[in-house]
């Protein structure tokens, strides 16, 4: 018997490659996380099922390669997106520098109304930070978005991620 959904969202999770893409998946879905993961070729996929203000939500979450000889491939997957984390690792300056190129391709690919948040991943590694919580939000708040830390390691606001843009999807 085929389950009944009030609603079915896609949402992709995009950033450079080694920001924790994969781990926030593996964390929200299965509640893991793996030291050791492989980069992802192309897409990887998942999904979940969750009630939101009493409506019946099926998840299907795109975790996409973060490799640039992989952009024609997973650029696709935009399509019909209705939210979109932009993932960085806080450790990482160059990954943060390249959230722009990130909020350009998500423009110019996924539906108008997607509806984005930035994602600041790896805060377990606050002595290795390179990008300060301050200068994140304000570039959130440049852009318009929300933003979160997050850690898939010890899982600190995984599932408020996935809550959070449900409730504006839902509320939309």
Same mark, same amino acid.
């Given at each position: ?9 896609k ?9 924790? /893409?994969?781990?926030?998946?593996n964390?929200?879905? $299965? =509640?893991?996380?793996? /030291?050791?993961?492989? +980069?992802?070729?192309g897409?990887e996929?998942? +999904?979940?099922?969750l009630?939101? =203000?009493? %409506? $019946? ?17 997973t ?6 997106? @209705? ?8 450790? =990482? %300056?160059?990954?943060f520098?390249?959230v722009d190129?990130?909020? %350009?391709?998500?423009k110019?690919? +996924?539906e ?10 790896? !805060?377990?590694?606050?002595? @290795? ?6 200068? +994140?939000?304000? @570039? ?8 979160l ?7 600190? =606001?995984?599932? %408020?991620?996935?809550?959070?843009? !449900?409730?504006?999807?839902v509320?939309?």
């Open positions: 018997m085929e389950e009944e959904y009030d609603f079915i969202f949402i992709v999770i995009i950033g450079d490659s080694s920001v924790g /893409k994969t781990g926030i998946l964390r929200y879905l $299965h =509640n893991e996380f793996y /030291k050791d993961t492989k +980069a992802t070729v897409v996929f998942g +999904a979940k099922k009630n939101i =203000n009493k %409506k $019946h939500i099926k998840l299907q979450i795109w975790d996409t390669a973060g490799q640039e000889r992989y952009r024609a491939i650029s696709t997957y935009y399509k019909g997106a @209705k939210g979109a984390f932009i993932v960085f690792d806080i450790s =990482n %300056k160059t990954s520098e390249n190129r990130w909020i %350009k391709e998500i110019m690919l +996924a108008i109304d997607i509806f984005i948040i930035l994602i600041g991943n790896k !805060c377990d590694l606050e002595d @290795k930070r390179e990008v300060s919580t301050e200068e +994140a939000k304000n @570039k959130a708040e440049f852009l318009g978005i929300p933003y830390e997050t850690s898939a390691k010890i899982s600190t =606001n995984i599932d %408020k991620a996935f809550n959070d843009i !449900c409730i504006r999807v509320d939309k």
